[in-house]
C-alpha cells in the first residue's frame, strides 16, 4: 500500500487546529503519516499538536523558530518518509475521502500529480463533482495554470509523487509570499502527467484577516514571482512563454489596481506595473487563451490612470 505523508505548517492556529487534524484523522485512507511543522506558535498551537501526537502514532511534531510557511513546508519535506506528500494549512479541512479520492487517481492515471478541487469555506454537505478526471501531459497543466483556466499553484488540495521533491533537493518553497505560484510550475516539470480530478478534496477557510484580504507590501512579491515564471520559461520552455506572460501581466496590473485601491504610494512599483501593462497589452488582446478579465484590463489600461481610479472607487 502506497504511504502519503501529509504536511500542516502550523503558527497560531488554535482556533481552528483541532477542526484540521480531526479531518485527517477521520480520513478513509488510513496508510498515512502526518507532520506537524509548528513554527514558532506563541499560542495553544503546540499544545494541540503533542495531544494529537500522543494519541495517534502516524501524528509527528517537528518544533521550529518561527520562520515562515515556506521554511515549516520544506521542514515537512525534508521529514517526510511517505510515497506521496500532500500538503494541508492547519486552518483548513479535508472532507474524510480525500486522500483515497486522490491516491486512488494517482494509482489508475499514473500521474506523479493529481491537484483536486476545493471548495472556500465548510460546507453542510460533501459537493459531489460529476467524476470525469483530466490526465494530461505536465506541460498542458503548466499551461493551464499560467492563463488560470484552473488554479493548480496551491499546494494544498494535490498529492506529489514524493520523488519530485526528494530526487532534487533544490525544489523547495522559496521564501517569499506567492511561494506556491513559484513552485508549481517546477514541481510540474518534474513529472510526466498531471491529474485533474472534478472532485473537491479540500475545504479552504477565507478567514477576513488573510493575507489575501489584507494589503501588505509583501503582495508586492508575486511581481517578482512572476518575473521569473517569464524568465525561466524564456530559457527553458519558450512554448510556455505566452503563459508565463500573460500570468506576469494579470499579476502586475492586479497589483496596479489594489495599489490605487488601497491608496498606497509607491511610485517605482506604480511604474513598473504600468510598464509591464503597457508592453503586454496588445498580446492580451491577441492571444485566444486570455482570460476575459485579462482582456479587460488591458483595454482598461488604454485610458489611463484616471479610468483605472474610477473603477476602483466603484467598486469599494
Known amino acids: 500500500m502506497e504511504t502519503i505523508s501529509v504536511i500542516v505548517p502550523v503558527y497560531n492556529a488554535e482556533k481552528w487546529l483541532r477542526d484540521a487534524l480531526?479531518?485527517?484523522?477521520?480520513?478513509?485512507?488510513?496508510?498515512?503519516?502526518?507532520?506537524?511543522?509548528d513554527d514558532g506558535s506563541n499560542d495553544g498551537s503546540a499544545a494541540i499538536c503533542k495531544e494529537y501526537c500522543e494519541d495517534d502514532p502516524r501524528?509527528?511534531?517537528?518544533?521550529?523558530?518561527?520562520?515562515?510557511?515556506?521554511?515549516?513546508?520544506?521542514?515537512?519535506?525534508?521529514h517526510a518518509i511517505g510515497d506521496w506528500i500532500a500538503f494541508m494549512d492547519a486552518d483548513d479541512m479535508m472532507p474524510a475521502d480525500a486522500l483515497d479520492t486522490?491516491?486512488?487517481?494517482?494509482?489508475?492515471?499514473?500521474?506523479?500529480?493529481?491537484?483536486g478541487g476545493y471548495t472556500r469555506g465548510i460546507p453542510h454537505h460533501m459537493p459531489k463533482g460529476k467524476g470525469k478526471n483530466l490526465t494530461v501531459p505536465s506541460d498542458t497543466a503548466i499551461l493551464m495554470g499560467l492563463y488560470q483556466k484552473r488554479i493548480l499553484n496551491n499546494p494544498w488540495g494535490m498529492l506529489f509523487k514524493s520523488d519530485?521533491?526528494?530526487?532534487?533537493?533544490?525544489?523547495?518553497?522559496?521564501?517569499?509570499?506567492?511561494?506556491?505560484?513559484?513552485?508549481?510550475?517546477?514541481?510540474?516539470?518534474?513529472?510526466?502527467?498531471?491529474?485533474?480530478?472534478?472532485?473537491?478534496?479540500?475545504?479552504?477557510?477565507?478567514?477576513?484577516?488573510?493575507?489575501?484580504?489584507?494589503?501588505?507590501?509583501?503582495?508586492l512579491d508575486v511581481l517578482d514571482v512572476t518575473d521569473r515564471i517569464v524568465a525561466h520559461?524564456?530559457?527553458?520552455?519558450?512554448?510556455?512563454?505566452?503563459?508565463?506572460?500573460?500570468?506576469?501581466?494579470?499579476?502586475?496590473?492586479?497589483?496596479?489596481?489594489?495599489?490605487?485601491?488601497?491608496?498606497?504610494?509607491?511610485?517605482?512599483?506604480?511604474e513598473r506595473c504600468i510598464e509591464v501593462i503597457k508592453e503586454q497589452r496588445v498580446k492580451e488582446l491577441t492571444d485566444?487563451?486570455?482570460?476575459?478579465?485579462?482582456?479587460?484590463?488591458?483595454?482598461?489600461?488604454?485610458?489611463?490612470?484616471?479610468?483605472?481610479k474610477l473603477i476602483c472607487r466603484l467598486s469599494r
Request: net charge positive.
Open 102 to 115: 486522490m491516491m486512488t487517481a494517482a494509482l489508475k492515471s499514473g500521474a506523479g500529480i493529481v491537484a
Open 233 to 270: 520559461m524564456e530559457q527553458r520552455t519558450p512554448a510556455l512563454l505566452r503563459a508565463a506572460q500573460d500570468r506576469r501581466f494579470a499579476a502586475h496590473f492586479n497589483m496596479l489596481v489594489e495599489m490605487t485601491r488601497h491608496g498606497i504610494e509607491n511610485p517605482r512599483q506604480l
Open 164 to 219: 519530485i521533491f526528494k530526487g532534487d533537493a533544490s525544489l523547495r518553497f522559496r521564501k517569499c509570499r506567492y511561494e506556491d505560484l513559484d513552485l508549481f510550475y517546477q514541481a510540474f516539470e518534474r513529472t510526466n502527467k498531471v491529474c485533474i480530478l472534478d472532485r473537491i478534496v479540500y475545504y479552504y477557510r477565507d478567514t477576513p484577516g488573510s493575507f489575501i484580504n489584507t494589503w501588505s507590501d509583501a503582495r
Open 288 to 308: 485566444g487563451k486570455t482570460r476575459l478579465k485579462n482582456k479587460l484590463g488591458a483595454l482598461i489600461s488604454y485610458l489611463g490612470m484616471p479610468a483605472i
Open 22 to 37: 480531526a479531518s485527517l484523522q477521520s480520513q478513509t485512507y488510513t496508510d498515512f503519516e502526518v507532520i506537524l511543522v
Open 59 to 78: 501524528f509527528r511534531l517537528i518544533s521550529q523558530s518561527n520562520a515562515g510557511v515556506s521554511a515549516a513546508r520544506n521542514a515537512g519535506i525534508n
